[in-house]
């Protein structure tokens, strides 16, 4: 049962490793393993890595000198090609959306885009509307004065850089097999956060071709129904187009329930059950994404599900928040 036959290159640090603690299972309601993909690099880690393999891999293949991407001013998918594009001898240019250029003094994410000189170009909420326009806008650019550009659009999310998550759940089903942290034969569900779409559409097509769970949920961040489940559709088809075996129906349900006041803005509870999280277990999760998510699941686990938990990583964006970590009432 391989699939995507694509190159790519070697870039995460794999299989990234299940995590089980018996204090997660009472605080989520069903038994949770965790699987880490919070660990799958150094400062470039998480989720993007695993596109990432497969779209730089694309890059060099054509020539590319420059990478160009676009996300929030903390995004974790910027940080991530930046510092993997400059492993691989290749610079980039990052689209960052802010409303205040103040919030781009350089902490968190920022830092490290900045640190591995990353070119960042501030835009509007208003400009980032139009990302992809923007995008091939500044490709001309650089085509203009002689650069070869490679254009990465927003999270990694597109049919290629969603293969990295079909393989990551034939990196799963072998750890099942090995009965690895006491996991069972196969998952009644697994969940995740779902920001940009490229995760849920891998995760989807890779959990119903590998048989490694029932049902695959993702817990969106940002966005209304049905964003997501247009996006991810779309996502599937592309990836379905670039690796003709993987299944023509894929299982996901989107739950828009826990996406807070807004993109980047946690609830008090959500963030109360960041800390809690943290002080029982010691799983640190982000206030963006994973807080969400893992504070979603809680809500709609019975005890007994078996589930595998996506941890999609972000911390330096709890870094670059820490102040409102600290001013919460259970701190
Ligand atoms: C980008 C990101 C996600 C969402 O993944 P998508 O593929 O964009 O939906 C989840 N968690 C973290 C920490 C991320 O950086």
Redesign the pocket.
Known sequence: MTAPSRAKLRLANLPTPLFRHAALDEIVGGQVWVKRD?MSGGVET???VR?LEYLLADARSQGADVVVTC?GIQ???CR?TAVLARNCGMRSVLLLRTTEPAQATPRGNLFLDALVGAEVRLVTPAEYARRDTLMLDVARELRRVGEKPYVIP????NGL??LG?VDAMGELSAQLAAGEAGAPARFDLVA???????????VALGAAHHGVAAAAL?IA?CDQAPYFEDKVAELIGEARALSRDLPASAPLSIDYAFRGPAYGIPTDEQLSFLLRVARTTGLVL?P???CK?LYGLSQLATRSDKVCFI????HP?LLADSARVCSHPDW
């Open positions: 919070d998480g989720n993007k596109k996300g995004s974790n998918h991530a927003e999270g990694g999310s850089g969603s998550y995740f956060a779902c920001g940009s779409g490229g995760t849920a559409a891998g993702g961040v982000d963006v994404y994973t998510a941890h999609t990583g972000g964006g």
